[in-house]
């Protein structure tokens, strides 16, 4: 049940976070952008309000399975865990126990997002990408009689979340589907062990005495507290997974993880590592309050508690 769970509360969680999930990449691959709000005014300018849900349809197909996926192995992870260690899988975990089934569904959940994190990314900064080429172009204009013809502007290099998947493999092969995934694994394992623990323990600490579970406001601030945690520790290796994935439009910049990380902090400074931070926060909050509300109403209406 933890399977069909996880998917209804993932698939509600992409439908509210979405949007600012667009500026956030943006924010992080494209050094132009000043602010959260320079981001959203320059994103709605150029392209109206869907240039804020570009690369939208494949999230919300996958989102449903890679969430099923994360809460599944989870559970199962946490009742082998226990019955291992304890004899039983109702015994009650210790944090440890929460912490390495929380980490191992983030490992697993790569193999699934990776593609997909792939084709967002590149559909959220394509139009950057094209704005770049245009001045490239106007930039030649001023060659010399006698230059080549500068050619006519290109359309869109990728029409849609399928098209650019499979544009991606058949320009880079299966690896470029997996460009970033290192990155994808060290933000996903640790913050997924965050998320898990910081739920658990802040529900318990949460449930009054006497109640063996959280009412729906305690879930919720429960919820969007463990988002938030989860993203604070995050973020840095989100930057270097987005960049690493927007890399492939046009001339390729990294040379790899490790070479991403020195060029983006000497070229940046430090706090490159932590761009999009507060957005991250502020997005992770009302979004893992509606995954935690609808994962446990799920949950509770299978077994008929509502």
């Not at 323990?201 to 109640?211: K, N, Q, R």
Request: proline share 5%.
């Amino acid at each position: 049940m933890d399977f069909v769970a996880g998917a209804i509360g993932g698939t509600c969680g992409v439908a509210v976070g979405y949007p600012l999930d667009t500026v956030k990449v943006r924010i992080q691959t494209e050094p132009k952008y000043t602010g959260i709000w320079h981001c959203v005014r320059d994103t709605y300018r150029r392209e109206r309000v869907w240039g804020f849900y570009r690369g939208l349809s494949l999230p919300v197909c996958t989102v449903s399975l890679v969430s099923s996926l994360s809460f599944g192995t989870y559970r199962h992870c946490l009742t082998h865990i226990c019955r291992f260690r304890y004899g039983s899988a109702d015994a009650k975990p210790t944090r440890i126990d929460i912490t390495l089934s929380g980490f191992t569904s983030g490992l697993v959940r790569v193999f699934l997002t990776s593609p997909s994190e792939v084709a967002k990314v590149r559909l959220q900064t394509q139009a950057q990408a094209q704005t770049q080429a245009r001045q490239r172009r106007r930039s030649s204009a001023s060659w010399p009689s006698g230059a080549p013809p500068v050619s006519a502007a290109p359309g869109p290099k990728y029409r849609g979340p399928l098209h650019c998947l499979a544009t991606v493999a058949r320009e880079e092969g299966l690896q470029g589907l997996y460009k970033g995934s290192v990155a994808l694994l060290l933000r996903d394992g640790h913050s997924f062990a965050t998320y898990f623990l910081s739920y658990s323990v802040l529900s318990e600490w949460l449930t009054p005495s006497g109640h063996s579970q959280p009412d729906v406001l305690r879930v919720l601030v429960a919820g969007g507290c463990a988002g938030v945690l989860a993203w604070a520790v995050a973020t840095p290796m989100d930057v270097i997974k987005s960049r690493l994935q927007a890399d492939g439009q046009g001339q390729q910049r990294y040379r790899g993880l490790l070479h991403c990380v020195v060029t983006s902090v000497r070229e940046e400074g430090p706090r490159v590592l932590f761009k999009g931070l507060m957005l991250n926060c502020c997005r992770a909050f009302p979004v893992n309050m509606v995954v935690f509300v609808a994962y446990e109403a799920a949950l509770r209406l299978a077994r008929g508690l509502l």
